[in-house]
């Protein structure tokens, strides 16, 4: 069998989202996702001009071969576009051997481990009580997980709270540019212990309670954060700090036991090898769509789950 042609589609709505075709010469096509969100335009002319000349008419069955093929046979290696890249040709191979072999993917990575997943939806609010009154309603449709982000009294814009259609700025046709924000880290901690204080007051302790500080800490206002936050039990705490240095999270976790989670922009296991290996965050949040598919995640995850590091991959939004 041989791939015949590979066309990368972007499609609508509302944003541009990037899918893989990869076609062969057996009748057998597969799928795979390319967006990287705000960036869309990078991936395609990487796929395009770098990837899928490569590809043709070699056997679509070698998805290991050909992983190892596009990620070291190039100078290039690692980075968010070409990651992305293959991920969506990683991701189009597999459900072409699936096909072949009759059997959803997850039956050839060895079957299921649970039979479903734990989805977290998002509360946002201009105040404490619109947030918790947007958490109230999604744990009415019977959501058992809600991040919780509000608005900071005195800042004018915070990440998270910008609406519905405004959370992905740099997906906005009207609003092409990054904001810049005004930025109060006293302000901050004011407000997200109190909108957690309120949260367990009106929820009691059962419903799973999740914050993102989108970085905008440096490694000992994460950790005090963190330490803030032990008495309203978090199930994570997203985004602490950067990771760039990975020896941030050390400081962050000596501090708290408030279980950490970072990964959503991560792409390959050089980003979160010493993150995992030192035990230093609780959950891997890399996901397959931008960390080198379904091959490039299973080794991520794989390598966690010896180290007691839990997966949680980013959304598919992203
Ligand atoms: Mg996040």
């Not at 989202?17 to 390319?34: E, H, N, Q, R």
């Not at 904001?179 to 407000?191: G, I, Q, R, V």
């Not at 994570?236 to 020896?247: G, T, V």
């Amino acid at each position: 069998m041989k791939i015949s042609e590979i066309k990368v589609l972007v499609t609508c709505p509302g944003r541009n989202f990037v899918t893989v075709k990869i076609v062969t010469d057996a009748g057998v096509y597969g799928l795979g996702d390319a967006t990287i969100n705000g960036r869309e335009q990078a991936v395609i002319a990487c796929l395009n001009e770098h990837v899928v000349p490569c590809l043709i008419d070699r056997d679509p069955q070698d998805i290991e071969d050909i992983w190892q093929y596009l990620y070291r046979g190039v100078y290039w290696r690692r980075g968010p576009i070409g990651m992305a890249a293959i991920a969506a040709i990683d991701m189009a191979l597999w459900d072409i051997k699936g096909k072949i072999a009759g059997l959803p993917v997850y039956q050839l990575l060895g079957g299921r481990s649970r039979k479903s997943v734990t989805l977290y939806a998002h509360a946002n609010g201009e105040t404490i009580d619109e947030t918790l009154e947007n958490a109230a309603a999604l744990m009415d449709q019977g959501f058992k997980a809600i991040r919780l982000q509000s608005a900071i009294p005195g800042l004018p814009v915070t990440y998270g709270v910008l609406g519905e259609q405004k959370d992905y700025f740099e997906l906005q046709g009207n609003r092409p540019l990054p904001p810049e924000e005004e930025w109060s880290t006293k302000k901050y901690y004011k407000l997200v212990v109190e909108l957690f204080k309120k949260a367990r007051e009106k929820f009691g302790p059962d419903v799973h309670l999740l914050h993102d500080v989108h970085s905008r800490l440096t490694p000992i206002e994460a950790a005090r954060l963190s330490k803030l936050l032990e008495p309203y039990d978090l199930m994570f705490l997203e985004d602490a700090c950067i990771a760039e240095n990975q020896d941030s999270f050390k400081l962050v976790r000596n501090h708290t036991v408030t279980p950490l989670a970072i990964g959503e922009t991560f792409n390959s296991i050089w980003d979160c090898k010493e993150l995992i290996q030192n035990q230093w965050i609780d959950y891997i949040r890399a996901a397959a769509t931008h960390a080198g598919g379904i091959t490039g995640l299973r080794r991520i995850i794989d390598f966690a789950a010896i180290h007691d590091v839990k997966s949680a991959p980013h959304g598919a939004p992203d």
